[in-house]
């Protein structure tokens, strides 16, 4: 694995902890303050909405879900980096075969 992958998969693995621990807003501290969120269900947004979209009553199964991130790759361009990876999501249900 090589450094820039390996410190995303640890800022990834922290953030995780974060989330589990209901501390969001902790959590965006870690990002730029014009950083970008592109997930399911809604268009790309920004910082400054996060803390609402993370209320929505919609995206709750997901925001307390069971989940994991695999960091794949890293790319850097500029002051600029991207990583690339995999997202699992279980939900309660399917923890317990429902």
């Known amino acids: ?14 953030l ?7 501390k969001h807003e902790e959590g965006l501290k870690h990002f730029t303050s014009d950083c970008c ?18 209320k ?3 995206l709750q199964p997901y ?3 069971e989940s994991k991130i695999i960091v794949d790759d890293v ?3 500029g002051d600029v980096a991207i ?3 995999r997202f699992t999501v279980q939900h309660e249900g399917e923890k317990k075969g429902r």
């Open 56 to 58: 929505n009553p919609k």
């Open 83 to 85: 990583d690339r990876g």
């Open 63 to 65: 925001v307390n879900a």
């Open 75 to 77: 790319k850097v361009s």
């Open 37 to 54: 969120f592109m997930t399911p269900f809604r268009p790309p947004y920004g910082i400054k909405d996060a803390p609402e979209v993370m």
């Open 1 to 14: 694995m090589n450094s820039g992958v390996a410190e995303f998969q640890k800022l990834h693995n922290e």
């Open 16 to 22: 995780d902890q974060l989330r589990k621990a209901g």
